[in-house]
């Protein structure tokens, strides 16, 4: 059984392209988390997504960051125009339940050169 | 008061002594206490988790002692060895909640 599967594991791009992340979750799981991570630092909630639908956001910057997680497919977080300071580690965990047990994937390691 | 602080930043122990890593955190509404390991390169896993009912749960060399009165808890590893070198966060959260509050890890180190 698969875990979570985040690709890719390491994306270099530069001041003002787009990042697009992506996150497969666990088989039967339908809840999607996605957390940054700076360097030495603890883990920030992002987002949390079911199929087709945002259940809470507030963990995201208003502006150039968006996620969505279609009825077929992966979660994706998109991440427009970014600057140096986006560099981070960004990690993905599903659940089979709101309350349940995170799995969390290998992470997307992203750098704004 | 959502906050979860965890002391100490770093940690370093001899192979066959104990670990002691603790948190502390302030919102009494918090019920669901979990700790989690990170290997660098890797995402965290869960590695042992405790609810307010009980003041301890072991499961192998790993303890949690959770203090409610003082809104404190604790991982213990006990027999410590280099492979449990790696990142611990502690966290909390209510259980209408799904949102984990984070502290801020501790790195551990086993010398051989």
């Known amino acids: 059984n698969a875990g979570v599967m985040q690709n890719p594991r390491h994306l270099v791009r530069r001041r003002g392209q787009e990042a697009r992340l992506r996150c497969s979750p666990m088989?039967?799981?339908?809840?999607v988390y996605w957390y940054r991570q700076l360097p030495e630092e603890g883990l920030k909630f992002m987002v949390y997504l079911q199929k087709e639908n945002i259940i809470d956001e507030s963990g995201m910057p208003k502006e150039r960051f968006s996620a969505e997680f279609p009825k077929e497919g992966p979660s994706i977080l998109r991440i427009q125009q970014v600057v140096r300071g986006d560099s981070a580690a960004y990690f993905c965990?599903?659940?089979?339940?709101?309350?349940?047990?995170?799995?969390f994937g290998e992470g997307s390691r992203l750098t704004v050169l | 008061q959502q906050q979860v602080k965890q002391s100490p930043q770093s940690l370093i122990v001899q192979k066959g002594g104990i670990s002691i890593i603790n948190c502390a955190y302030e919102?009494?509404?918090?019920?669901?206490f979990p700790w989690y390991q990170q290997f660098p390169g890797k995402g965290p896993a869960l590695l042992i988790a405790?609810?307010?009912d009980v003041s301890e749960k072991k499961e192998g060399r790993f303890t949690i002692s959770f203090n409610k009165s003082a809104k404190q808890f604790s991982l213990h590893i006990m027999d410590s060895q280099p492979g449990d070198s790696a990142t611990y966060f502690c966290?909390?959260?209510?259980?209408?909640?799904?949102?984990?509050?984070w502290g801020a890890g501790t790195k551990l180190i086993i010398k051989p």
């Open positions: 088989k039967g799981h339908s809840h």
């Open positions: 965990a599903s659940s089979g339940s709101y309350t349940g047990e995170l799995f």
């Open positions: 405790i609810r307010p």
């Open positions: 919102n009494t509404a918090f019920d669901y």
């Open positions: 966290a909390a959260s209510m259980d209408s909640n799904y949102q984990l509050i």
